[in-house]
């Protein structure tokens, strides 16, 4: 089951820190950190059925 | 009818210290009359510090500016004598909601939780604000408090020494001499006292321009905090819309960096503006307009040897969150009891830097929310405003993205938890009441704990009884509650345990508990809370 109830403690802290690793890059560098991003949490969450939820989600 | 703002409410009259053969020192100076050196005025005066409050002015702030003012303030104000005028006036408010382009992303209530005497926020013009505090002044002097607002008394140069200050006032008679063995400065994010001192104000600026209009109407909005990311009538840009008392409303309009302000200004635009927003069936008048920048920066230091700086000379934030006039007036709390036991001789001088520690802990934290909720709502980036805009998108439908959704971290108050005032703490009792909090309010032997923390130490003892050790020059007074008889306050001051012992600072902020008493442990945290340890 996707999570769409809020999960991350410091949503602040998280979404400034988020921001911040784009300090200083074009867009085309920003476009490729953001899909490495991706794949990383991809990786760690494992489970397809929640991938495929979690697509859907933000296609919506 | 002239409007408060147009009225002097401490016109110029000439002081003993203009006509005296030498110069006179005063305990304590305040430069600016404004809300942050009205409140440490009245907090001094009420412990019988003679204080003289100096201003180039002699009127009411012009404009409603700061017109948020937060729970913990009004706490404040209430020790102060004031608090109950003002929440009479102001707009009391707790819903907020939150507009991405032309739909309601989503909305949030302040209001937690029952039991406490005041409410999370009220509106109120600046003016009344501190018109209020001029009153509350006035009622001092009545009663022979040692209390002076002087009006068109304008700093023009000042000596900064080891024992005192010096300083030279222009008036509408000229120049006069007058020492002060300590300083506050209240005067504003331009501070002229920090100028003449050559000190520093460094931090980020923000290249972005609002536009605040306070509009006189007759509308059926709701008493909400509404906020638009990118609304239809204000492309790509943000605004505001907030009630305040007497029907009027702000408004905040984002205009971007490269503008005009001169045109921006003009009624004709402004109104044009506004009826692209209200629609054109809504009749207003304007009250009031101004074009604001802001930075987010502090001085390095608040205190500089005898001068300390309070409230926006000190400390500058954005204005989303309410975080300016509120950190002053809990700058003003912070300070005035140091101040006291200082000039008392019970403390030593050295108290007065924990003013710094804990006050630009305070203004850091200011500072930090303010710039996240300003980049939020002025993205800096092409790939922030993606994020910013998938925020909005997501939040709409998914709970998970509220949170992440900045259009402002109201102001709430500040815990100093690592302050070398706090004796550590090893209970299991509630963290909420932890050492470094402001106690919380409850309900408790008939009435609000909060009114029952006037000013002095006070030592709390929750279902024990234990005598008040008396420790040098120390005025402690001890309020002892019952348990079993008021749930709200044991859920937050005892929570699982049977038993505690508070002690609290003349600011209300708790600075050491326990559950069992021992009489050397009190007598050597009320030490350690005067800076003697």
Known sequence: MLITTPNIHDADGFYSELLDMHDGLSENESKALNARLILVLANHIGDREVLAEAMRTALD | ?533
């Open chain 2, 1 to 533: 009818m002239a409007k408060i703002f147009e009225i002097p409410l401490y016109p110029y009259t000439r002081n003993p210290d203009q006509d005296s053969p030498k110069t006179n020192r005063h305990p304590v100076i305040i430069v600016g009359a404004g809300p942050v050196g009205l409140a440490a005025a009245i907090d001094l005066a009420q412990q019988d510090i003679p204080v003289v409050v100096v201003d180039d002015n002699d009127r009411v702030s012009f404009g409603s500016r700061a017109i948020c003012f937060a729970k913990r303030p009004l706490e404040i104000l209430d020790r102060l004598g004031c608090g109950e005028p003002m929440v009479e006036k102001g707009v009391t408010w707790n819903i907020g909601k939150v507009f991405f382009d032309d739909r309601q992303t989503y909305e949030f209530n302040l209001l937690a939780e029952d039991g406490h005497k005041r409410p999370a926020f009220i509106n109120l013009q600046q003016y009344y604000f501190e018109a209020y505090l001029m009153d509350r002044v006035r009622v001092l002097e009545a009663e022979g408090k040692p209390i002076e607002i002087r009006g068109k008394n304008k700093v023009v140069s000042i000596e900064n020494n080891d024992d005192h200050v010096s300083l030279q006032i222009d008036t509408p008679d000229g120049v006069y001499q007058v020492e002060a063995e300590w300083l506050i400065s209240c005067d504003g994010a331009g501070s002229p006292v920090r100028q003449m001192l050559g000190l520093d104000f460094v931090g980020r600026v923000f290249e972005d321009n609002f536009l605040i209009a306070d509009v006189v109407m007759d509308a059926d909005f709701p008493t909400e905090r509404w906020f638009w990311f990118n609304p239809p009538f204000n492309r790509d840009q943000s605004a505001l819309l907030h009630k305040q008392p007497d029907g009027v409303w702000r408004i905040d309009l984002q205009l971007g960096w490269d503008i005009d302000k001169a045109e921006e200004k003009k009624p004709e635009n402004v109104i044009r503006r506004l009826k692209q927003m209200l629609g054109d069936e809504i009749s207003f008048d304007l009250e009031w307009v101004s074009i604001y920048t802001f930075q987010c920066r502090r001085m390095e230091k608040f205190r500089h040897n005898r001068v300390l700086f309070a409230g926006d000379a000190a400390h500058q934030v954005s204005p989303f969150g309410a975080r300016g006039a509120n950190s002053g007036i809990q700058d003003s709390d912070n300070l005035c009891w140091k101040l006291k036991l200082v000039l008392d001789g019970i403390a030593p001088e050295t108290l007065l830097d924990t003013y710094d520690d804990e006050r630009i802990y305070g203004a850091d934290e200011n500072i930090l929310n303010s710039s996240r909720s300003t980049d939020f709502i002025t993205p800096k980036s092409a790939v922030s405003r993606q994020f910013r805009d998938a925020v909005l998108h997501l939040a709409e439908k998914h709970e998970f993205a509220r949170p992440m959704v900045n259009s402002g971290r109201l102001s709430v108050p500040c815990i100093y938890s690592e302050s070398r005032l706090n004796t550590p703490d090893s209970t299991k009792l509630p963290t909420s009441t932890r050492p470094g909090a402001p106690a919380v309010d409850a309900p408790v032997n008939e009435g609000w704990l909060l009114d029952q923390l006037n000013g002095d130490f006070k030592l709390l003892f929750v279902g024990i009884n234990g005598e008040s050790p008396s420790v040098a020059g120390i005025h402690l007074d001890v309020i002892e509650v019952q348990p079993g008889q008021n749930p709200v306050f044991e859920d937050r001051y005892l929570g699982d345990e049977d038993t505690a012992i508070y002690l609290i600072r003349p600011d209300q902020h708790i600075a050491a508990r326990w559950t069992s008493y021992d009489e050397t442990e009190i007598r050597n945290a009320i030490l350690r809370a005067i800076g003697q340890e």
